[in-house]
């Protein structure tokens, strides 16, 4: 199975400045069909996961942003271009493109 | 609007048996593939099953094979997971998410707000 690790696992960030996460695949993620299937999840205190990115640097309907992705092969980045409050939470990478799907194992990012 | 609503969480004996259901509305239930992924109470996110939008290919973590039974009946756009045998570490919240339109890889577009399951003398 593929192992998804996340960098850092606490992220604490002063309001209005950038964050950046980390995300390593044990194995390259890109399908035979070309593209690469890593996507970014937020999920915000007492709430369900929600998808932010998917396909690496694809943003999902209603997504700030100030939100983005990119990489590829084995590394993968989220960015937060300036913290707000309401971006408390943890992220989670997660592969799709080999069987399981797997995901990092979160990172909780908090207001300093 | 798109909405995924699950039920039948519950605390139960180890060894015991339980059945989630997740309603569907918003989309044609029946065109979508559909998993369960589970949260233990402070942990990361576990995928744990999966069946195709026609019910014909099932798919399961190693730790849950022989024990858990994924099902849906598109008449009632309602996904199902049957749990048996339950060990205090099945104890999650458990989600039910959509695949999405195209590539299956583009993974859990849609999610429920979870039941808790809780095993435990």
């Known amino acids: 199975d593929v192992v998804m690790t996340q960098s850092p696992l606490s992220l604490p960030v002063t309001l209005g400045q950038p964050a950046s996460i980390s995300c390593r695949s044990s194995?390259?993620?890109?399908?035979?069909?070309?593209?690469?299937?890593l996507n970014w999840f937020q999920q915000r205190p007492g709430q369900s996961p929600r998808r932010l990115i998917y396909k690496v640097s694809n943003r999902d309907s209603g997504v700030p942003d100030r939100f983005s992705g990119s990489g590829s092969g084995t590394d993968f980045t989220l960015k937060i271009s300036r913290v707000e409050a309401e971006d408390v939470g943890v992220y989670y990478c997660?592969?799709?493109?080999?069987?399981?799907?797997?995901f990092g194992q979160g990172t909780r990012l908090e207001i300093k | 609007q798109v909405q995924l609503v699950e039920s039948g969480g519950g605390v139960v004996q180890p060894g015991g048996s339980l059945r989630l259901s997740c309603a569907a509305s918003g989309f044609i239930f029946s065109r979508y593939g559909m998993h369960w992924v589970r949260q233990a109470p402070g942990k990361g996110l576990e995928w744990v099953a999966f069946i195709r939008y026609d019910g014909s290919n099932k798919y399961y973590v190693d730790s849950v094979k022989g024990r858990f039974t994924i099902s849906r009946d598109n008449s009632k756009n309602t996904l199902y997971l049957q749990m048996n045998s339950l060990r205090v570490e099945d104890t999650a919240v458990y989600y039910c998410a959509k695949d999405p339109p195209g590539h299956q890889g583009d993974a859990f577009d849609i999610w429920g707000q979870g039941t808790m399951v809780t095993v435990s003398s």
């Open positions: 997660m592969q799709g493109t080999h069987w399981p799907p797997s």
């Open positions: 194995q390259s993620l890109v399908y035979s069909d070309g593209n690469t299937y």
